[in-house]
């Protein structure tokens, strides 16, 4: 049995576990290591109260009602704090633990961190978002005397944060820089883990044709649909692609949810292209494999703010790691991210990105290009293996644990039918692929 020096406590609220890939993987990256790990989370639909999956204890918790204004993201800070406060110290008793890393957002377990410090416990903060650039995206520079109380509150958590935390976890480049500036951070306490697939098991699968509902192309999103992610602008795109361009013939696919889900179905709607999208909602591995070996083109649709121009977006590697070529506007991480293997557009130009779009889905050659060009970049360079290695070790740093041994998981999210894989040694095979996407022709 582990011992409970060795157990770590990750919290986080924005989103269920598994179903949050980069916690996942650093979940099954602590075990691995020989790391006992606990987590509270909130549940998704369906989900058990408590569940021990391949060794990680995941307690969970209702999520709150939807926010839609200051009053009711207070009560959600304030509800999602104090059930994760109690459910902690049952963590504490049942399974105990020596540290406890807290994913953002929101910046506010940097006070459940200290007291718990006060027993001895060590605090990592894994900073997935910049929730200062989350408000200014937002709403814009703040004008009124609440906005700016606001603005100034997230700083102020986000300083405590910092301050609280024994080392600090950035997702990339960017993000190390605002901690070492803004959050006056000494920058061998700050480590980048960046969140690249575990390329193992996000690899091109032969497709599923009936998932195109019809339409002989299909374009691919993947992710949440807030109102900064730029998901309407997709649907604007679609709809000149459709009426300009006149490609009745490519579907879209939408695959995610978020606050901005159900005026987006309307928009679809508005548009009259309820025949062209199909919203999947939550989706889970298997589901994301289908439609990201079914789908021509992925779509990063986020458009230029201070929150995306400096942040890591998963779909884009996870595009990749499909073998399919990337469409999006030219965001700097996103250029760190995808290099070459992407065709950017001017920030916000709608038609820019529609006749991209369009000219993506008459060349297949380069389609091919960008698609095989992808796939290598995330397997050579962007790869969750060399990750994952950093984020253990931050870990052996902040418990003094050199010598854990390892443990053995098992591969649950591969597919049991191993001939769905596409052949990647074979680059004819890949090409094929790529072009075709399991077309006739």
């Known amino acids: 049995m582990l011992g409970r020096d060795n157990r770590i406590l990750i919290i986080v609220q924005n989103m269920p576990v598994p179903l949050?890939?980069?916690?996942?993987?650093?979940?099954?990256?602590?075990?691995?290591?020989?790391?006992?790990?606990?987590?509270?989370?909130?549940?998704?639909?369906?989900?058990?109260?408590?569940?021990?999956?391949?060794?990680?204890?995941?307690?969970?918790?209702?999520?709150?009602?939807?926010?839609?204004?200051?009053?009711?993201?207070?009560?959600?800070?304030?509800?999602?704090?104090?059930?994760?406060?109690?459910?902690?110290?049952?963590?504490?008793?049942?399974?105990?633990?020596?540290?406890?890393?807290?994913?953002?957002p929101p910046d506010t377990y940097f006070v459940l961190g200290r007291i718990w410090k006060l027993f001895g416990k060590r605090f990592v903060y894994d900073q997935h978002d910049l929730n200062p650039e989350v408000f200014l995206s937002r709403f814009g520079e703040?004008?009124?005397?609440?906005?700016?109380?606001?603005?100034?509150?997230?700083?102020?958590?986000?300083?405590?944060t910092y301050r609280t935390a024994d080392q600090v976890i950035s997702t990339n480049e960017s993000y190390k820089a605002i901690a070492v500036?803004?959050?006056?951070?000494?920058?061998?306490?700050?480590?980048?883990?960046?969140?690249?697939?575990?390329?193992?098991?996000?690899?091109?699968?032969?497709?599923?044709?009936?998932?195109?509902?019809g339409h002989r192309y299909l374009a691919a999103y993947l992710g949440i649909m807030g109102p900064q992610d730029g998901v309407d602008l997709t649907l604007r795109a679609l709809d000149?692609?459709?009426?300009?361009?006149?490609?009745?013939?490519?579907?879209?696919?939408?695959?995610?949810?978020?606050?901005?889900?159900?005026?987006?179905?309307?928009?679809?709607?508005?548009?009259?292209?309820?025949?062209?999208?199909?919203?999947?909602?939550?989706?889970?591995?298997s589901e994301i494999a289908d439609y990201l070996s079914t789908a021509d083109i992925g779509l990063g649709p986020d458009p230029k703010n201070p929150l995306n121009d400096v942040s890591t977006m998963n779909k884009t590697m996870e595009y990749m790691a499909y073998g399919l070529p990337v469409l999006t506007f030219d965001l700097t991480e996103t250029r760190v991210s995808a290099g070459p293997a992407a065709r950017y557009v001017t920030p916000g130009d709608i038609a820019g990105f529609a006749a991209a779009w369009n000219e993506l889905l008459e060349d297949a050659d380069e389609r091919v290009r960008l698609g095989t060009m992808g796939r290598n970049r995330v397997v050579q360079e962007l790869d969750w293996a060399p990750q994952s290695e950093k984020y253990v070790q931050v870990w052996r740093c902040v418990l003094g644990r050199e010598n854990?041994?390892?443990?053995?998981?098992?591969?649950?999210?591969?597919?049991?039918?191993a001939s769905r894989y596409i052949d990647l040694d074979d680059p004819t095979a890949l090409a094929d692929f790529i072009r075709h996407r399991g077309r006739d022709t």
């Open 404 to 417: 854990l041994d390892p443990i053995v998981l098992p591969d649950r999210e591969l597919p049991e039918d």
């Open 181 to 213: 500036s803004r959050g006056s951070r000494n920058p061998d306490d700050v480590t980048v883990v960046r969140s690249g697939p575990d390329t193992n098991r996000m690899r091109p699968l032969h497709p599923r044709p009936e998932l195109r509902k």
């Open 20 to 104: 949050d890939r980069r916690v996942w993987l650093e979940c099954q990256a602590l075990v691995r290591n020989g790391f006992g790990v606990s987590v509270i989370c909130p549940k998704g639909p369906g989900d058990p109260w408590r569940q021990n999956i391949d060794g990680v204890r995941i307690y969970k918790y209702p999520p709150p009602p939807g926010t839609s204004g200051l009053l009711s993201y207070a009560f959600e800070f304030a509800y999602c704090w104090v059930i994760t406060a109690l459910l902690s110290l049952v963590v504490a008793v049942r399974d105990g633990f020596a540290a406890i890393q807290a994913c953002n």
């Open 142 to 160: 703040p004008v009124g005397i609440s906005a700016r109380l606001q603005l100034r509150g997230l700083r102020a958590l986000e300083r405590g």
């Open 240 to 285: 000149l692609l459709v009426r300009e361009h006149g490609r009745t013939d490519c579907g879209l696919a939408l695959l995610g949810f978020g606050d901005c889900l159900n005026d987006l179905k309307q928009l679809a709607q508005d548009l009259g292209l309820a025949d062209h999208v199909t919203f999947t909602g939550r989706v889970g591995p």
